[in-house]
């Protein structure tokens, strides 16, 4: 028989694997993504909806944010199968964040994650600290979202410079 109380560790798991050093795309972690996004747009709240990949507000859909998102629905469902249950078990998945005020904490923001299962019952994983490692960037900068477009135009310059 399945034990729920294991499922307790998945907001967890899903917050620390997304936020941890092995997810790093072009100039930063996804914690300095959500972070200078948020400043950017003056928010104090998002969330994500980890099911769907889709933050809130819409303005957080960027590619390496999402990009990285995509990967922890599979985290869920190795846990959930690991533990006996079907993958279609959680039916929510959320991290909620709070950024205060960034002339204070300049670095720092708080993950609230959660999950919802087929019964309703909510397992929490209460505050998880975040905070952004690298220097501040525009993650709306589309040579920021896409190197790859830097060497291109680069490439494209010396052609032109050589006939």
């Given at each position: 028989?399945?034990?729920?109380?294991?499922?307790n560790r998945i907001p967890h798991n899903i917050t620390k694997s997304f936020f941890g050093t092995e997810r790093y795309y072009n100039g930063g972690y996804m914690g300095d993504?959500?972070?200078?996004?948020?400043k950017r747009l003056?928010?104090?709240?998002?969330?994500l909806d980890v099911l769907q990949v889709s933050f809130s507000p819409t303005e957080l859909n960027i590619h390496p944010l999402t990009l990285n998102a995509k990967d922890l629905k599979a985290i869920?469902?190795?846990?959930?199968?690991?533990?006996?249950?079907?993958?279609n078990f959680i039916k929510e998945a959320v991290i909620d964040f709070k950024f205060p005020d960034p002339k204070?904490?300049?670095t720092t923001f708080y993950c609230f994650p959660y999950l919802v299962d087929i019964d309703g019952k909510r397992y929490d994983a209460g505050r998880i600290i975040e905070e952004g490692l690298e220097p501040e960037f525009d993650p709306f900068d589309e040579l920021n979202i896409y190197p790859t477009k830097k060497q291109t135009g680069l490439l494209d310059k010396i052609k032109s410079l050589f006939g």
């Open positions: 028989m399945p034990k729920r109380k294991n499922l993504w959500l972070l200078n996004a948020a003056h928010l104090t709240n998002a969330s869920i469902d190795k846990e959930l199968l690991a533990n006996g249950f079907d993958t204070i904490y300049r």
